[in-house]
T-cell receptor, first 114, second 112 residues
Framework: NAGVTQTPKFQVLKTGQSMTLQCAQD?????MSWYRQDPGMGLRLIHY???????DQGEVPNGYNVSRSTTEDFPLRLLSAAPSQTSVYFC?????????????FGPGTRLTVT | AQSVTQLDSQVPVFEEAPVELRCNYS??????LFWYVQYPNQGLQLLLK??????LVKGINGFEAEFNKSQTSFHLRKPSVHISDTAEYFC??????????FGAGTTVTVRA
């Protein structure tokens, strides 16, 4: 199993540009989520999905969209990039929606917005 | 809603010395508790978790943590650290509402 994969690893955007961060998992996990990691703030939840066709907002959803058309894929779209979105983005998945399941993380995407 | 406080942002420690990373949480219901480790330029991986039962939980790489319900704490310990334990450590809590909340992280730097 490849686990959770993310592309790209690094990205530089100009303010106002849009892009999609890709995330895929091959473990048939029901639950997937996106986090951003900023120094001194830990990981903050952007959006999550409890199954194909079902998504919901986390604590910092503004400026981001998600969709879940298949169990495997959960892309994150930046609609109009802003410098405040400079961060490291992690995708994660777990077997079920319940909180006792271990989460598996991708390697991250380091995004810089100039 | 739950929240997590990691009481130390940076912990320098000498090789073969013990280390303790402190974590306190707040929640109005029963919780599941986790410690994750992030090595430089990598994603997070699970060190250990508390779901129920024995309050002393053993994890990978010689780490253990103790759940204290009355003090709402879940401190992480290792009796003797190695250079390879240099990493950032995150405490996380879930109360079964799907969301996993993370602390701000503790950076452990192990020196020879």
């Amino acid at each position: 199993n490849a686990g959770v994969t993310q592309t790209p690893k690094f990205q530089v955007l100009k303010t106002g540009q849009s892009m999609t961060l890709q995330c895929a998992q091959d473990m048939n996990h029901e639950y997937m989520s996106w986090y951003r990691q900023d120094p001194g703030m830990g990981l903050r939840l952007i959006h999550y999905s409890v199954g194909a066709g079902i998504t919901d907002q986390g604590e910092v959803p503004n400026g981001y969209n998600v969709s879940r058309s298949t169990t495997e894929d959960f892309p994150l779209r930046l609609l109009s990039a802003a410098p405040s979105q400079t961060s490291v983005y992690f995708c994660a998945s777990r077997k079920g929606r319940e909180g006792f399941y271990e989460q598996y993380f991708g390697p991250g995407t380091r995004l810089t917005v100039t | 809603a739950q929240s997590v406080t990691q009481l130390d942002s940076q912990v320098p420690v000498f090789e073969e010395a013990p280390v303790e990373l402190r974590c306190n949480y707040s929640s109005s219901v029963s919780v599941y508790l986790f410690w994750y480790v992030q090595y430089p330029n990598q994603g997070l991986q699970l060190l250990l978790k508390y779901l129920s039962g024995s309050t002393l939980v053993k994890g990978i790489n010689g780490f253990e943590a103790e759940f204290n319900k009355s003090q709402t704490s879940f401190h992480l310990r290792k009796p003797s650290v190695h250079i390879s334990d240099t990493a950032e450590y995150f405490c996380a809590v879930s109360d079964n509402d799907y969301k996993l909340s993370f602390g701000a992280g503790t950076t452990v730097t192990v020196r020879a």
